[in-house]
């Protein structure tokens, strides 16, 4: 085995730091990379005697596009967590402002924020899918009560087990009558489809819900795939089809 050479390190990564002139201002692209794979490039432009560092809202942007909507509780949050980085968030912009020696470690703590930013996506849509998902267990226990089971370990066709969010159970309360899912979001389709599409194998008779939140845009897509393996309900009138369910 070779040893290792620090310098040889140190010069690899010094290598996947670039910086170009554009019209913007220096254009500098850094070793840091957002939980989706996109790198993280960040601006510096001169003021007078002063050099401001911002990322273009790119960070931001990585929301927006999520379909993340930015109000005041989610500016003030991601705000209070860019001023960790000694930096500020100002209309979905990260920025600092520093002298000319400070640009290195302005560069740095900017693209570090950013990435915290855009990485806020996963902690906005985990917090997007327990709510919906707890919107539903409400109306679960609102329409068929005691027949409800919730957070159920199912063993699929393939022998994997499922940990099934809702069990509606037949009227003896000895078997399963429905297996309910929440659906918050597109990104959750992928996961409800191949379970549905395991639980299927195993339990043919089993009706299968996935209960999906009609208050925010869907593709048609996402839809025909869940209906494919389940029969997809506007949680607007998921409580009509759970009573129906329980009759």
Known sequence: MSALDPKAIETAVRALVTARETSL?????????????????VTVVRHNDR???????????ILSGSGIRMDRRM????AALVATYGCEFTAGRVSTTCTDQQVPVAL????????????????????????FDSKVTEILRQTVGKRL???????????KTYIVSHVILDATLSRPAAFVEAVPQS???PR??????????????????????????????NLVL??????????????????????
């Open 192 to 221: 409800r489809v191949a379970e549905f599409l395991d639980l299927m194998g195993e339990y043919p008779d089993v009706a299968r819900e996935a209960i999906y939140d009609d208050s925010v845009a869907w593709g048609a897509h």
């Open 149 to 159: 089971r919730e957070r159920d370990g199912v063993v699929g066709d393939s022998g």
């Open 108 to 131: 740095v703590l900017v693209a570090n924020a950013s990435r915290a930013v855009g990485d806020a996506v996963k902690t906005a849509s985990d917090l997007a899918e327990a709510g």
């Open 187 to 189: 990104e959750a389709v």
């Open 226 to 247: 869940l209906g494919k393996v389940s029969n997809p309900v506007p949680c607007s009138v998921a409580a009509d089809r759970m009573r129906l369910l329980a009759a």
């Open 75 to 78: 500016h003030d949050r991601l």
């Open 25 to 41: 201002g220096v254009e500098v692209n850094l070793p840091v990379v957002h939980a989706g794979g996109q790198g993280v490039s």
């Open 51 to 61: 050099y401001q560092v911002h990322d273009g809202s790119a960070g931001a942007m």
